[in-house]
């Protein structure tokens, strides 16, 4: 009975993640992403139970354990001339949307470009133009202060969007090609106190949060500059804040994402990828004993079928 106990002690330990107040993500770990270059966004499938993340030059879309190991990729189309045709020119974030498919923030054009994720296929801009929808609403000229990230909303499917800066934005899209909002007051954008927006996540896009909690509707903002989260309401009111500057080695993060369970995961350029949890998160060691706890299962109901054989 020992290996039984010990997987059902290990289990629970593994399984103790929730989502907290964000003064409770103190706890992490470190997963280096290398197969994804300057690392700029992340995001969680909740079909596949896997991160996929992009970097700064836009060169593929790569997928990841959890614990960041890496799976596979997809190319998007780079070694082009001029750099307009490739098929994304600066991808600065990546959301989930269901049924496979995903969108990639194209900073330097504004753009959310949709795609559905095959690995080892490659991806021209062609291919991604049909499916490419403008974040600019105001007509800024293209510049390297556009859109850093892009959210999912399942709540009513629309696509939320950040600018950069100058001037900061939040934007929200009314669905792929729908109508470009600014649902965020300048006055409530200024509050946040952030110098730079670098990524947004939709919280109701995780299960850790009951259809009927508040914060479910809520919104988590990354500044890379001020190296902190916000959470705020979708009239842009600052609930909760994290500092993270506790975590080490970590510098030029900018992009955030959340799994079933409450965890946070953090992409930067610097750094790789953090995890973030409101529990203690096991180390890699526990999951060494539940793949013991796991044999000695197996070797358990394999010597007593052997005697009553």
């Known amino acids: 009975m020992k290996g039984i106990l010990t997987l059902l002690c290990i289990a629970a330990m593994v399984s103790s993640a929730r989502a907290g107040s964000l003064a409770e993500y103190t706890n992490y770990v470190q997963y280096s992403i290398s197969q994804t ?5 992340i995001t969680y499938n909740w079909d596949t139970g896997t ?46 949307m269901g049924n496979g498919q995903f969108m990639i923030a194209d900073e330097r054009d504004q753009m959310g470009r949709m795609t559905t994720y095959q690995a080892g296929a490659t991806r021209t801009l062609s291919d991604l133009a049909p499916t490419s929808y403008s974040f600019n609403p105001n007509g800024y000229p293209d510049q390297n202060f556009g859109i850093e990230g892009v959210a999912y909303d399942p709540i009513d499917g629309s696509i939320w969007a950040v600018k950069e800066r100058d001037p900061l934005s939040i934007y929200k899209m009314a669905g792929p090609g729908g109508a470009v909002t600014e649902p965020i007051s300048i006055r409530n954008i200024s509050r946040i106190g952030f110098e730079n927006f670098s990524d947004i996540y939709v919280m109701a896009n995780s299960r850790a949060f009951d259809l009927d909690d508040p914060r479910r509707l809520n ?53 790789g990828l953090h995890m973030l949890s409101a529990s203690p998160v096991p180390e890699p060691s526990t999951y060494a004993l539940l793949a013991l706890g796991l044999l000695g299962v197996w070797a358990f109901f394999r010597r007593r079928k052997n005697r009553t054989a």
């Open 37 to 41: 270059s300057e690392a700029s966004g």
């Open 51 to 96: 991160l996929f993340a992009v970097g700064d030059e836009g060169q593929s879309v790569d997928q990841y354990t959890l614990t960041g190991q890496y799976i596979n990729s997809m190319i998007l189309e780079y070694s082009v001339s001029p750099r307009e045709l490739r098929a994304v020119d600066d991808a600065e974030g990546i959301t989930y």
């Open 219 to 271: 919104l988590l903002i990354l500044s890379r500059d001020n190296n902190e989260i916000a959470e705020i309401t979708r009239e842009g009111v600052v609930v909760d804040r994290l500092d993270l500057s506790f975590l080490e080695g970590v510098s030029g993060t900018e992009g955030v994402t959340m799994d079933d369970l409450g965890n946070i995961y953090l992409a930067s350029e610097v750094g």
